[in-house]
């Protein structure tokens, strides 16, 4: 008999740089397509680093309804909620097939910066004899702007639109928190359906970090530098190393209640056994040491009752910046010795919020494959990141866990185990 705390993974739902679709994600994962390219969303000549993980090929009115709500949604939300509607359709959920008051949704975000053309007349307007007159701008920004502006970078909208469309009239929450956003959203969504609150929670994460404005909020420090071949700037726990790449893309998981799932006959493609996260908070005088990933890892196999001899793999936060994976990696290996490791931002970048989603897919997937999705572009192993890193093709014959981890530059950190369903029979 189902335990009402059994939580599983009946849909998944991608928007991303290697594939729109779980099939065409998985397939570029497996095969060790990059999905890095040149940003074509605007005119990026006078970037320094003008490649990232862009998603050739998304148009929003395939999955957006009603069509004039475009109008009030970001690229962010737009990702998100067109992976929301892929993970219903792999669900096999059709509209009203759930009751509305136990259907709910717990989203990760980002803050969502302006679109410049959005402000570009109100500015102009406002810079007057060769100054910037807050006089004008006052009024400009009232004549010019659209009354619902404001709709389109709200971070939680995208939960918002999500549950509209898909009449989710339960719990519904949105995590802003860097990188750790989605998968700190999806463990609460799993917390949600073991409370009882719920019986199915549409959850996951949208970022864009190739939008104009955040790339100069966010500066070009922690970017790779410049190479010919801009699909191997990206190398997670390599010696040469430099930098992380940009990307943008969405995410999101259909989770149940065990019960509620196999009572509609439900494709199960994964279990999540559990979730954990901590802190460590730090300073320019208390620098990252890597206590609170140890300590999230140890909670997370704690709680599921498991030892890293039954680890199949870790899908590590892997950015490619120096130092995070130096921390990173030596906090995996003193947890969990030499399991194998994998890092999915060597394929699209770093999507933000929707990072944790995405990385957790490609893991979810590759269970279900009975396959490790591999890591591109480690070439020289770097001896003060002392990981077993997956690379050079997919790795079979590991058991079917993996735990995803995710850092935030302020110290958060969050981690997600699922199995895969053969696995979790087993116990």
Not at 95 to 118: H, K, L, N, Q, T
Not at 124 to 147: K, V
Not at 324 to 351: C, M, Q
Not at 393 to 418: E, F, I, K
Request: hydrophobic letters at 40%; a negative charge; glycine letters at 12%.
């Amino acid at each position: 008999m189902a335990s009402p705390r059994d939580i599983v993974i009946t849909g998944v739902g991608v928007v991303s740089p290697i594939g729109i679709g779980s099939d065409a994600f998985w397939s570029s994962l497996a095969a060790g397509t990059s999905g890095i390219r040149p940003i074509s969303l605007f005119d990026s000549s006078g970037l320094r680093t003008p490649y990232g993980g862009q998603i050739p090929d998304f148009d929003p009115k395939v999955y957006v309804r009603p069509r004039k709500s475009l109008k009030v949604m970001s690229r962010d939300i737009q990702l998100g909620f067109a992976a929301a509607d892929l993970a219903m359709a792999d669900a096999s959920l059709a509209g009203g097939s759930v009751e509305p008051d136990r259907f709910g949704v717990v989203f990760g975000a980002d803050m969502i910066y302006a679109d410049i053309e959005d402000l570009e007349l109100t500015y102009r307007r406002a810079f007057h004899g060769g100054q910037f007159d807050f006089g004008i701008w006052s009024e400009a920004i009232q004549e010019e702007t659209h009354p619902l502006w404001l709709l389109k970078h709200l971070p939680n909208m995208t939960a918002s639109h999500i549950a509209i469309a898909h009449d989710a009239r339960g719990p519904n929450n949105s995590i802003v928190l860097g990188d750790v956003s989605s998968l700190l959203a999806i463990g609460e969504a799993a917390s949600i359906i073991r409370r009882g609150w719920a019986d199915v929670m549409l959850t996951g994460g949208t970022g864009c970090r190739l939008h104009p404005t955040a790339l100069v909020a966010r500066g070009e420090a922690l970017l790779s530098r410049p190479v010919d071949d801009y699909r191997r700037a990206c190398r997670p726990f390599d010696l040469d190393r430099d930098g992380m790449l940009d990307g943008e893309g969405g995410a999101v998981f259909v989770l149940e209640s065990r019960e509620h799932a196999e009572r509609r006959g439900a494709r199960i493609r994964g279990h999540l056994l559990a979730a954990a996260s901590r802190c460590e908070p730090r300073s320019p005088q208390r620098p990252r040491t890597g206590s609170s990933l140890r300590l999230a890892i140890r909670a997370t196999l704690d709680s599921a009752r498991m030892t890293p001899d039954r680890l199949g793999h870790v899908n590590a936060h892997g950015s490619g910046t120096p130092e995070t994976d130096r921390i990173e990696a030596a906090a995996i290996a003193a947890e969990l010795g030499t399991v194998p490791v994998t890092a999915p931002k060597s394929f699209f970048g770093h999507l933000g919020a929707g990072g944790g989603a995405m990385e957790l897919a490609a893991s979810v997937l590759g269970l279900e494959a009975g396959l490790v999705p591999p890591t591109l572009n480690y070439d020289t192993p770097d001896p003060l990141c002392p990981v077993n890193v997956v690379h050079g093709g997919p790795l079979p014959d590991r058991p079917g866990t993996a735990l995803a981890v995710n850092l935030c530059s302020m110290g958060q950190v969050a981690a997600v185990l699922v199995a895969a369903p053969e696995y979790a029979a087993l116990g």
